[in-house]
């Protein structure tokens, strides 16, 4: 039976005065609904980092990506602007962009060849009205093109707002701006060797939490 879901009363335990305060509750960690929930409030509704703008230097590069368990694609333009849209096609939601690679022309859906501008706009939509027929009035183009997820690159980190309800970066981080300006350099990316990957089977609370105390170093080795 999955652990019961938080109550308003656990999470006062945790906002209580730090030496009395308690951790959040188990059902955060193991349970489901718990995480949808979560995910809503928190991942999609404020900004989340997904990758860095360097991931795409070139413009055409485009990197398929999942976000707790939505299909992204990071791209930047012919124009050179990052961009990320849902990785899924407008007709019925093919994955568009299956591995890291480079636009030459358009994004082609691999189903039914509808195809895409790196900008997201709808441009082609062959045999749509039948043999022949690229056009149908049903189908409106305008209407059509990618969904694209908000987003902003600050440190050069994409930082997306997937519910695109978050107000603006820079008024939501006004004061970690401000704290930080002095790092607020050019940044030097080594593509490939600039980056590495920790695969964690765990909730990601664990690794962030993990990450904010240095309590165990003393103790834990990792090699
Ligand atoms: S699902 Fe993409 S063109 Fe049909």
């Given at each position: 039976m999955p652990a019961a879901i938080s109550s308003r009363s656990d999470l006062d335990r945790v906002r209580a005065p730090l030496a009395t305060a308690n951790g959040l509750p188990n059902a955060h960690y193991v349970d489901e609904t718990t995480y949808e929930e979560e995910k809503q409030a928190v991942l999609f509704a404020n900004w989340s980092g997904l990758a860095t703008a360097s991931d795409v230097p070139n413009s055409g590069d485009a990197i398929p990506l999942e976000f707790a368990g939505m299909p992204l694609l990071l791209i930047r333009d012919k124009s050179g602007?990052?961009?990320?849209?849902?990785?899924?096609?407008?007709?019925?939601?093919?994955?568009?962009?299956?591995?890291?690679?480079?636009?030459?022309?358009?994004?082609?859906?691999?189903?039914?060849?509808?195809?895409?501008?790196?900008?997201?706009?709808?441009?082609?939509?062959?045999?749509?009205?039948?043999?022949?027929?690229?056009?149908?009035?049903?189908?409106?183009?305008?209407?059509?093109?990618?969904?694209?997820?908000?987003?902003?690159?600050?440190?050069?980190?994409?930082?997306?707002?997937?519910?695109?309800?978050?107000?603006?970066?820079?008024?939501?981080?006004?004061?970690?701006?401000?704290?930080?300006?002095?790092?607020?350099?050019?940044?030097?990316?080594?593509?490939?060797?600039?980056?590495?990957?920790?695969?964690?089977?765990?909730n990601w609370k664990l690794a962030v939490e993990n990450y904010c105390e240095s309590y165990h170093l003393p103790w834990v080795s990792y090699d």
């Open positions: 602007d990052v961009r990320v849209f849902q990785n899924t096609c407008r007709h019925r939601g093919m994955i568009l962009v299956s591995e890291p690679r480079n636009i030459e022309g358009a994004i082609r859906c691999p189903y039914h060849s509808w195809c895409y501008s790196t900008k997201g706009a709808l441009v082609s939509t062959p045999h749509v009205g039948g043999p022949g027929q690229n056009t149908h009035d049903a189908i409106v183009r305008e209407d059509l093109g990618l969904v694209e997820i908000k987003s902003h690159i600050w440190m050069d980190i994409v930082w997306i707002n997937i519910s695109g309800t978050a107000p603006d970066f820079d008024t939501v981080h006004a004061d970690l701006l401000a704290r930080w300006q002095e790092f607020d350099q050019p940044l030097f990316h080594g593509g490939a060797e600039s980056i590495i990957t920790l695969p964690l089977k765990a």
